[in-house]
Nanobody, 121 residues
């Protein structure tokens, strides 16, 4: 059974914005260190944003200042606000607990299919 459902991806032009959502009715994200991952075609899975159970956030250098991770009021929805998008942000985006690690990008049957983001120049 898939644990998480990501949504909000789509196609935008350079400079555009998207807001990704990750929902999980059986999780309380506030108790977990949560991450957004992405995997671009031909590239390795990478962590782009982390929200700790303490509420602190951190970002990959490539998205610092453009992306923002946050928790919804019900604590079972995680967001990723993405602004000033560039073609280099094109990837499938996944959310998951930090303990899953970079294997998250291939564990789609267990954790969710991800949501595709395409940024055109």
């Amino acid at each position: 059974e898939t644990q998480l459902v990501e949504s909000g991806g789509g196609s935008v032009q350079t400079g555009g914005s998207l807001r990704l959502s990750c929902t999980a009715p059986r999780f309380n994200f506030d108790d977990l260190d949560m991450q957004w991952y992405r995997q671009a075609p031909g590239s390795k899975c990478e962590v782009v944003a982390t929200r700790s159970s303490f509420g602190t956030t951190s970002y990959a250098d490539s998205v610092e200042g453009r992306f923002s991770i946050s928790l919804g009021s019900a604590n079972n929805t995680l967001y990723l606000q993405m602004d000033s998008l560039t073609p280099e942000d094109t990837a499938v985006y996944y959310c998951g607990p930090a303990y899953v690690g970079l294997s998250r990008c291939r564990k789609v049957n267990d954790w969710g299919q991800g949501t595709r983001v395409t940024v055109s120049s």
